[in-house]
């Protein structure tokens, strides 16, 4: 072992670093499963700010690569461990102290999302970010990826709940912003700055997050439509005067992908698949849910189901949820993550399958459709040359629909490693230029997530 590693070792309580590859392997790889990821000199787990910040002052003076790590819920490669580096898992940090007169949550990076609803739930109240893998993601991830969710649409993301964060950067150095304050413009924005950042600016020890009460009750709808396109259609047609509290979308190719992997009742013959919910109060949900219905029928759906029972309303939504679960069984995977304004939905829904036509691959797709981000799944053979070929040119061709349409690569899941090639066509040199230096101001040795995005 390394003399500078074992004086690591010794600045930290006894079991914090990990040096043995075989218990290091499992923090290698996020959910991506990067092929590129290297064997990390060591794996450390601290258990509060403090050791984070005795670790990255070590990192900075021995010029170690460092990759934060939250749960390895990432699908973008994010948290990709570097050859010789140190993998910073923040797992054991997972405190949440709810403030109810505040309406806080004081949370710890490790913290799952899960985690952090049952707390504000026991006061009456909600944390409403809620992506797919909320039970098993962490918050810490969730600042660092800005993650959205199936109820993004009407409640927001992650940002918009973020009141304060305590960052230690680079050289080992705590910057505390923000506080429990609704409002508070001091300063330049920093916070801002940080979520969203994928571990590239520092390494988030403790956020302050905004509660509001609890959702009130939901009424589901379910339209089931003969082809995606008309789907799309009727999701840019309901969203432009109304806001519901969710607007799912799934393809045949997902929802036969579910079928086989959780027998759920649903339609295997629908071309698509719309998951609507509501949740105005008193009538006016009833009246909403109303409005929505006939929207649906109009432009074209084949079949309308709505139930106010909140039971078979999750159930719905729980197989939207496990479509990535499902889909990784049909094959390995390439997971996007592509965006669009609203009103080109149907263009991106279509060029999508388009691209997986002419490269003779299989993409299902699923969407949180209300807000124009959809995940198209490639799926492909590994151990075919050709097939793994063809699979890299439709994943290519899908960000570059995207930005053709004037969206995004990302729409909440980050641009980690995977996706990294893509991102200057979407930014443009001026933009990836000032990314760079704010990089630099922060991290000038280049040490924080070396590899990840920029």
Not at 140 to 153: E, H, M, Q, S
Request: charged fraction near 20%.
């Amino acid at each position: 072992m390394d003399a500078p590693l074992e004086s690591l070792i010794a600045q930290l309580p006894e079991k914090t670093v990990i040096t043995d590859p075989v218990s290091m392997e499992p923090y290698r790889y996020d959910w991506a499963h990067d092929e590129t990821a290297g064997m990390p000199l060591a794996v450390v787990r601290p258990t509060d700010a403090d050791q984070v910040q005795t670790t990255m002052r070590w990192a900075s003076e021995h010029r170690v690569p460092v990759v934060p790590r939250g749960a390895g819920s990432g699908l973008s490669g994010g948290s990709t461990a570097v050859e010789q580096g140190l993998v910073l898992s923040l797992d054991r940090m997972r405190s949440v102290e709810v403030d109810p007169n505040l309406r806080i949550a004081v949370v710890e990076p490790g913290a799952l999302n899960v985690e952090v609803k049952r707390a504000a739930a026991e006061h009456g109240l909600w944390y409403p970010p809620d992506p797919s893998s909320y039970e098993m993601c962490s918050i810490g991830g969730n600042l660092a990826t800005n993650a959205g969710g199936l109820c993004c649409v009407k409640y927001g993301v992650t940002t918009d709940y973020v009141l304060a964060l305590d960052v230690v950067l680079a050289d080992g150095t705590k910057l505390q912003l923000g506080g429990p304050r609704l409002k508070d413009v001091a300063g330049l924005s920093l916070i801002k700055l940080f979520v969203g950042s994928e571990g590239l600016l520092g390494v988030i020890t403790r956020g302050i997050l905004r509660l509001i009460p609890a959702q009130p009750s939901r009424s589901t709808l379910v339209a089931i439509y003969d082809d995606v396109e008309t789907a799309a259609r009727s999701v840019v047609e309901m969203c432009r005067n109304i806001r519901p509290s969710m607007v799912e979308l799934m393809d045949n190719a997902s929802i036969n992908a579910v079928e086989d992997y959780r027998a759920m009742g649903l339609d295997r013959s629908a071309g698509a698949m719309l998951i609507i919910q509501s949740d105005a109060p008193g009538e006016s949900c009833s009246r909403e849910i109303s409005v929505l219905q006939q929207i649906c029928d109009t432009v074209g759906a084949r079949e309308t189901f709505v139930t106010d029972d909140p039971e078979e309303g999750e159930m719905f939504a729980e197989g939207r949820r496990v479509a990535f679960h499902a889909i990784e069984k049909r094959g390995s995977i390439m997971l996007e993550d592509v965006g669009a304004p609203l009103p080109v939905l149907p263009e991106l829904i279509t060029g999508i399958a388009a691209i997986a036509a002419r490269h003779r691959v299989e993409i299902p797709t699923v969407a949180h459709a209300g807000d124009g981000n959809t995940h198209p799944i490639v799926v492909y053979d590994a151990s075919d040359p050709d097939s793994t070929e063809r699979a890299a040119r439709a994943f290519a061709e899908v960000m570059s629909l995207a930005i053709s349409l004037g969206g995004t690569i990302t729409g909440e899941h980050g641009v980690g490693r995977l996706k990294k090639a893509a991102l200057p066509d979407q930014l443009g040199p001026e933009v990836m230029e000032v990314s760079r230096r704010i990089k630099a101001a922060l991290d000038p040795q280049g040490i924080l997530n070396p590899g990840a995005v920029l």
